[in-house]
């Protein structure tokens, strides 16, 4: 019938869970909307290989349907929470960036608390690696020309940033192509000191 075939040539949305370590906690999703844009959460590898070779760029180019070194786009980023296993393979992403690396991150989404500060008085438990995040923010901005604000960091002008809106907060969605992203929770320092409970909750709607 002819609504079976506006079903059939409907463009599916795809989820990916990448898992290339299976000896530690770790969180890596891909969505490719219909039109093939790609949208991320999180990206990160444990602590059973921290140092192992970086998987995700060949992994994102396999989803793309693109070939090996060739350019493409990630629309959006978002990172859930202050973990390395939800971050740091895209940190040393961004660490080894150069104008060569021939692929884009549109936009960037995360909401992490400002540690040791008297909005959230608590230490970082892994502190040192999201300072690996930080630094490779700035290596992509300055690779790619991205204005930061005076006396700040991109990092800085990336948390809880968002465009077209005030901040990331609750109720906001962020939608890209055909998929929504509402998000649930932000950071709130009445839920304490552990970053898992501080973390950035969103919903997909396709």
Known sequence: TEKEGEIAEMKQVELYQLAPDTEALMQSYVI???NGKLVVI?????DANPNRAPYLLAALRAIAGVEENAYFEVEAWFISHAHKDHYYELAKMLNAYTAASNYKINQFYFDIPPFETPAFPYTDPEGETLSQLKMGLTNYAN???????AGSTYYDDLNSAVINATSVSQGLTINVDDVAFEVLQTWDVNRGSDANNQSLVIKMYA
């Open 32 to 34: 490719k909307t219909g």
């Open 42 to 46: 999180d990206g990160g590898i444990g």
């Open 143 to 149: 690779v790619n020309g991205i204005a930061v604000s």
